[in-house]
């Protein structure tokens, strides 16, 4: 009996008790990893007047710029740009036509001088009708070949450790985490499971819509050149309600494109928390905020205080950033 | 230490080792039985040349004829009916107004005369302007009071017995458990989890956009009159792309409306698994299929022996049909 108890205890998926002073180990005991423990210990301890039963614990985070960094540009940005310099030989018209001319040439500021949507322009172009497997297919191999330019890692090691701890931490305690991003939902479901922890159905992002058909007899899905969704702004609440259903306990992002995705979270009854991580650190990640090309943060910086969201310090509150460290 | 032991046992996630003559007790012995416990057990069994990890242990179901009945017409559009009722006051050009005015009349046939369109623009009038919390409230209302015109039971417990087993089978074998209709998927969210155990954001279906706004400073989503996305046929491996991000393992439907879904799921490598319920016991249900108004089967039938789907014939596969027998 002592054995299968012992047994029954390995394998028991109950949470094993930690010692608080151990939990988010990355987390300086700065106020903030103090604020998180304080929140989901009032939620989960059976008995807790702000208990909340486990099917209504979700926690949704952004990704560029919460999970992983955004610098020197959206990581996806930098793959739809690796793909255009490769299909470029079969597109001899790229050459003069904007804003692919600017990246064959390397110009990514005019590039990118169209904002989201020339973004949006050059994902449907470098992806329609492409099934979803041959679009898979790409995108493993960029994730394990490419590398960031700035420190030589692959973009899957860009992730931040204290953000990797709070995933694990959130759903040890009951918790199901998303990622709620204005990515592509297809690229970052090649990723989020190994990375992240995060199952594809538990992944929100923007999308373009997909076809189903039958080629030689087989039935496959294919990409077709038109928007499905924008998983951004006013948009992520939209995209929380249609993949999720349910309005979340707790939300992390890092932009102002994130505000709305904390808005409707804590204007939930009940206990709510909201969190925006504020880059500060130039010497071991980036600093940025409300000039920045990439996760402009200003307004949700002018009202997380009254609003009751934790800001992070990342120079400040971060032990550790990156997990190579 | 004992003690400690047994809160465990209780406890412990892990799945409870069950005799094989035991499982699906709703089922006869009839051989579909033993072929859903013959594929389980092969993919969910540790070195088996068939395993499957967790995490690509997918499962998606139908509703309408699949989970619960779909007679004498699918239960939102009797949800859709009798919201028009209640709302024909405030609409005195519903009087006059095809499809609305047949719904007035109580001339069903007629009202639904214009198929899924008909359906879809009475829904879209119903609802349109409506928040979530609106509309849930609505939803909730009515399944609490209304009653099914034939057995005056509660539509929720117009499930089948069968298929709540399989559906605890299949989670107790590490399965996930997707609903994947053509229905509302904010209807289906108000009663998937206590009725099926299927959390919100393991609900695929049918819907129309929702927009974001601030209402008194409040934030809200309102149902706007726009099609989102119509959850059938060829649609159903679009939203389960979408939606789940894997191909299934395995799929039960009903009727030609999933024919796709289950090709999709067969067509993939590895072991996989097809199911159709067919309706044949007029007795203790409803016999339908090639000539139905709901829930036609026909190319389904001709297809599935070639396929390798399984046929369920409820009159003899299912030893009880409802709960409440």
Known sequence: MKLACLILILSASSPVVVRSEELLPSWNKNGTREAIITFVEKVAKEGSPDFVPVRDRIAVFDNDGCLWAEQPVYFQAIYIFD????????????????????????????ALAGGEHALLEMAMATHAGLTTDEFNEAVRDWLSSARHPKTGRPFTEMVYQPMLELLDYLRANGFKTFIVSGGGIDFLRLFAEDVYGVPPHQVVGSSVKAKYELR?????????????????????PVGIHQHIGQRPLMAFGNSDGDFQMLEWTTAGTGPRFGLLVHHTDADREWAYDRESHVGRLSRGLDEAAQRGWIVVDMKEDWKTIFPAE
Chains 1, 2 share one sequence.
């Open 83 to 110: 793909r255009i310099k490769a299909l470029a030989p079969q597109h001899p018209e790229w050459k003069e036509k904007e804003p692919f001319a600017s990246v064959l040439k390397g110009d990514l500021k005019s």
């Open 216 to 236: 030689d007899g087989r039935p496959v899905l294919v990409k077709i050149p038109e928007l499905d969704f924008i998983d951004d702004k006013e948009g992520k």
